[in-house]
């Protein structure tokens, strides 16, 4: 009995030192623990004043940081990083729990909106299919915090 403790003992703490990213210079090792489970009334009060106040620094659908000629400008990168790494933490507090899917669908075309205007250089203004492309991420960006908002509601909408 002793051995097989000893052992398991050994193999959680050889699991556990294998399990970093092998960046020394990280001051903070990572938590093991999981993320704290939100209910869907939770995230709802959690995520409501984040996801205004990301709306109104987009500013109105008409004139939205992240439409043309906007969409080409620091101001729109910036912005669109903040809410792809809110959607970034949306999909790591909800998981794969059911009841979230909206919420999941919006977050992943909000994060995939951010990969199309890194990946075709939409700060450098392309032309051809590249604009078309930032084009249509930066509508998905414009409308990524209202998105994210309606996934959440939805969320506690389908809960109750």
């Known amino acids: 009995m002793k051995r097989w403790v000893c052992g398991a003992v050994t193999g959680l703490v050889f699991v556990a030192g294998c399990s970093g990213t092998g960046d020394s210079s990280d001051p903070k090792p990572k938590a093991t623990a999981e993320a704290k489970v939100y209910s869907p009334a939770e995230m709802q009060k959690k995520w409501t004043p984040v996801l205004q106040r990301r709306n109104e620094d987009m500013g109105p659908m008409t004139a939205a940081l992240c439409m043309p000629p906007d969409l080409f400008t620091k101001d729109c990168d910036e912005v669109g990083k903040a809410l792809a790494g809110d959607a970034d933490k949306l999909v790591r507090e909800v998981g794969g729990r059911p009841g979230f899917g909206d919420l999941l669908r919006y977050a992943r075309e909000v994060q995939a909106a ?30 990524g915090a209202q998105s994210l908002l309606a996934g959440v509601n939805a969320a506690v909408s389908d809960s109750q």
């Open 114 to 143: 951010r990969d199309t205007y890194i990946s075709s250089e939409c700060l450098t203004r392309p032309s051809g299919d590249a604009y078309t492309e930032c084009v249509m991420a930066g509508r998905k960006l414009s409308l």
